[in-house]
Each structure stands twice: as structure tokens, then as C-alpha cells.
């Protein structure tokens, strides 16, 4: 079992910027592929950064040039870096951990951006 801790989230104003982290316990972020995820109020549960075990990346349109998913696998811990936010951003953000069949997902952590 692969528990994924997540960073909170909070509220910041349009245009800021906001870091979330995710840590992994009982499992090697270096084997797995690493995604976040967010649901916003009515709407499925979308990827929206994506870091893969061998180091490649892919990301959600909307958050191209805005977001960047990173990990340290020294410290066991994925990030994603959201710059200038807006409030279409707002939602609830997922870690994500995917290693062969095996799937775990974090709790979730709230990310409000006031317009």
C-alpha cells in the first residue's frame, strides 16, 4: 500500500502562483509514473501533469507553460509548480501514483484562485 501525502493547497489571488507537493510512504516514486490530477465543482477528474519514471513529462493544455511537474526521488516527493494562476484553476488536486497494476491516489487538497 502506497499512502501519498499532499502539501495543502489554499487561496490566491489570479495571476499568482501556488507550489504543491506530494510525498510518497511505502512505495519508490522512482519506479512509478506520477501524476496530478484536479476535480473541479461538477466535473470529472481530469490529468493535469503527468511526470513518468523514465523522465518524461506531458501536461494538460490549459496548464502548458504554466504549471511544471518535477519529483525528487531522493526525497520520495513530486511537485507541481502552477504560475499564474486563474480562476478556471480552482479545484481540488490529486496525487497520483501508478506503478505496473497498481494505482493509489492522495486525498486531495483545495486550490482556490479569487479572480
Known amino acids: 500500500q502506497v499512502q501519498l501525502v499532499e502539501s495543502r493547497g489554499g487561496l490566491v489571488q489570479a495571476g499568482g502562483s501556488l507550489r504543491l507537493s506530494c510525498s510518497a510512504l511505502?512505495?519508490?516514486?522512482?519506479?512509478?509514473?506520477m501524476g496530478w490530477y484536479r476535480q473541479a465543482p461538477g466535473k470529472q477528474r481530469d490529468l493535469v501533469a503527468q511526470s513518468r519514471s523514465d523522465g518524461s513529462t506531458n501536461y494538460e493544455d490549459s496548464v502548458k507553460g504554466r504549471f511544471t511537474i518535477s519529483r525528487d526521488n531522493a526525497e520520495n516527493t513530486v511537485y507541481l509548480e502552477m504560475n499564474n494562476l486563474t480562476p478556471e484553476d480552482t479545484a481540488v488536486y490529486y496525487c497520483?501514483?501508478?506503478?505496473?497494476?497498481?494505482?493509489?491516489w492522495g486525498r486531495g487538497t483545495q486550490v482556490t484562485v479569487s479572480s
Open positions: 497520483n501514483y501508478v506503478f505496473g497494476m497498481y494505482t493509489f
Open positions: 511505502g512505495g519508490k516514486i522512482s519506479v512509478a509514473n
